[in-house]
């Protein structure tokens, strides 16, 4: 138990202590804006349309807002929030990007996860506050990361922010990457945190959702195990599953996917030496 803890404790570090993400700002729908401010306030806190984003100290007074931008957003001006000794506003554009169309036929059984029947829809009802409860996730614990990894070395074979179309029915944008692999390829976690859900659902099937703090959360969809437990403490690297073809999927691969503050934003422009768009 008291190593268990020393290893909480050394993960969950002060402001101070922390290395900061570095990333490059991305001021586009889908994208990550990085606003630079200075304050000698110890605290500070920061809001984009009300609601808290992640802050992170570089040097002494010198702090960065990193801002998720909704990929349906409608681009121009935007306002950002800062309350330290006081209240500030600090503007900022979003500018236009556009996302190519994908195209994806479901047949037999999977012709489910298109039109759903009156059972499945109250099933995916009761999912969707666990799911939202999972990503507007905003907890105070900060973890010592600098940068992220892959979760796995696949081929990216559905990039992020397509337009999708299933069986020629528009959805919503695809909100992640899908890595092709093989059933029972090791998945891993992309930095360290802490798990907020690992269960299985009628979309994502076997799910993984780890919290890196400050409304920063990753996803881990369709997998064919689960390896971790709500609750967990994890480290960058640690095995969360394996490679499955659970959920609405046509074939085995991981969808990883990332939340900042209730958004998903492009997970590569978090990990490192990899193509940003």
């Known amino acids: 138990m008291k190593k268990i803890n020393l290893i909480t404790l050394l993960l969950l570090l ?3 202590a922390l ?7 991305t001021a586009i729908p889908g994208g ?5 401010f200075y304050t000698n306030h110890a ?4 809001f984009y349309s009300n609601v808290p984003v992640y802050l992170q100290r570089k040097k002494d007074t010198h702090w960065q807002a990193l801002v998720g931008i909704p990929l349906l957003v409608k681009t121009g001006g ?4 800062i309350k330290d000794f006081s209240e500030r506003k600090i503007a900022f554009n979003v500018m236009p990007h556009g996302y190519k169309e994908q195209h994806i036929t479901l047949t037999g059984k999977n012709k489910k996860y298109v039109n759903p029947n009156l059972a499945h829809m109250d099933r995916i009802t009761r999912e969707r506050p666990i799911l939202a409860v999972a990503r507007n996730t905003f907890s105070t614990q900060v973890f010592n990361n600098s940068s992220f990894i892959r979760p796995v070395s696949g081929v990216i074979t559905s990039p992020f922010g397509f337009k999708r179309f299933y069986n020629g029915q528009a959805r919503r944008p695809h909100t992640g990457i899908d890595y092709a692999g093989k059933t029972g390829t090791p998945i891993k976690a992309t930095a360290a945190g802490k798990v907020i859900i690992s269960d299985e659902f009628f979309f994502n099937g076997n799910a993984v959702f780890i919290d890196h703090g400050q409304g920063l959360i990753s996803v881990y969809i369709h ?4 390896l971790v437990n709500p609750g967990q403490i994890i480290k960058q690297g640690d095995v969360i599953g394996t490679i499955g073809q659970t959920g609405r999927a046509t074939g085995p691969h991981l969808h990883f996917g990332i939340y900042l503050n209730k958004t998903v934003i492009n997970p ?3 990990i490192k030496d990899t193509p940003k768009l």
Request: avoid cysteine.
């Open 14 to 16: 002060s402001f101070s």
């Open 19 to 25: 290395a900061t993400l570095n990333v490059s700002n």
């Open 32 to 36: 990550i804006v990085v606003v630079d």
């Open 43 to 46: 605290n500070p806190k920061a």
């Open 78 to 81: 935007k306002q950002l929030i």
């Open 223 to 226: 997998m064919n195990e689960r």
């Open 268 to 270: 590569n422009i978090l």
